[in-house]
């Protein structure tokens, strides 16, 4: 039994003013009593979603040495889980992290893209190698989208059959990871949900959201940062994927109900106890 909190080594950019990437992970995480140990990618005036001209440093040669430093000093992680990356050498430098931890939980965020298009820094060699931090993972949290572009598939934005999403999470599982999480998935049955695969027992879950007419940036941070702190926490992945989809439910719907700029954020502050209290799951069920 571990005497201190669950570490997390958390590989994400960090942007000063929008509320997405660190700025979100770190205070989501620590209230559900899980200590962050940020390495930084790179650091952001603001996010990149439509604030103007953004000053931006990239911390890329930072990476090697800080994992050195931590090896050095036998340091234990018990996840290690990696975010936005900037180029090929970070994805390079996340694969030495992974191996450096081989015992630690392994989870991948692909932020690639989103509405059927990668970011416009993601070259497609990019795209490519990102297969190989998800073929490393036990857990990956993609979107439509990027689960498209890491099976090389077309996207398709209408909705979606059961049969068709089982066979998008199978396909993902078979690139590598144990478990699959993907949000924000429209079904034919004119819900939308967040998804869940376990590989090793062959298990699909569902658990439906409630629409918003809005978006923000940095809500595929929090929820994958729910489902770390979750899975630390000893849940089952259908119980993490809940915990997450409805804390992000409160945040979000708390946001719109203020009317607040969408480049903003959700207001996490106002909505953080929620992760500190004991909650009853019973919105999970089978795919």
Same mark, same amino acid.
């Given at each position: 039994m571990l005497q201190r909190p669950p570490r997390v080594l958390a590989i994400h950019d960090l942007s000063g003013f929008g509320r997405c990437s660190l700025s979100v992970i770190l205070p989501t995480l620590s209230a559900m009593k899980v200590q962050v140990c940020p390495v930084v990618t790179a650091v952001l005036s603001t996010h990149t979603g439509g604030l103007g001209e953004v000053v931006f440093r990239d911390l890329t040669e930072d990476l090697r040495p800080t994992l050195a430093h931590y090896q050095r000093l036998g340091l234990e992680f018990e996840c290690v889980y990696s975010g936005f990356l900037g180029s090929?050498?970070? @994805?390079?430098?996340?694969?030495?992290?992974?191996?450096?931890? !081989?015992?630690?939980? +392994?989870?991948?965020?692909?932020?690639?893209?989103?509405?059927?298009?990668?970011?416009?820094?993601?070259?497609?060699?990019?795209?490519?190698?990102?297969?190989?931090? +998800?073929?490393? +993972?036990?857990? @990956?949290?993609?979107?439509?989208?990027?689960?498209?572009?890491?099976?090389?598939?077309?996207?398709? /934005?209408?909705?979606? *059959?059961? /049969?068709?999403?089982? /066979? @998008?999470? +199978?396909?993902? %599982?078979?690139? %590598? !990871? *144990?478990?699959?999480?993907?949000? %924000?998935?429209e079904l034919a049955d004119g819900s939308i949900a967040n998804l869940g695969y376990d590989r090793e027992r062959g298990d699909y879950w569902r658990v439906d959201c409630v629409y918003v007419p809005a978006s923000y940036p940095g809500t595929g941070d929090i929820f994958a940062s729910v489902l770390v702190g979750s899975l630390l926490g000893g849940d089952s992945l259908p119980m993490a994927i809940e915990r997450a989809t409805r804390f992000l439910e409160i945040a979000i719907r708390t946001t719109f109900s203020y009317g607040s700029d969408t480049r903003y954020g959700v207001m996490l502050e106002s909505c953080l106890n929620w992760l500190m209290t004991p909650q009853t799951f019973d919105r999970y069920r089978l795919l």
């Open positions: 090929l050498a970070q @994805i390079d430098n996340c694969l030495e992290y992974y191996a450096a931890y !081989p015992d630690a939980l +392994a989870v991948v965020d692909p932020v690639m893209g989103d509405h059927g298009r990668p970011y416009r820094t993601y070259t497609p060699e990019m795209c490519r190698r990102m297969g190989e931090l +998800a073929a490393v +993972a036990d857990l @990956i949290t993609p979107n439509l989208t990027e689960a498209c572009i890491l099976l090389g598939i077309p996207y398709r /934005s209408e909705p979606l *059959r059961q /049969s068709d999403v089982k /066979s @998008i999470l +199978a396909r993902l %599982g078979e690139l %590598g !990871p *144990r478990y699959v999480a993907m949000t %924000g998935v």
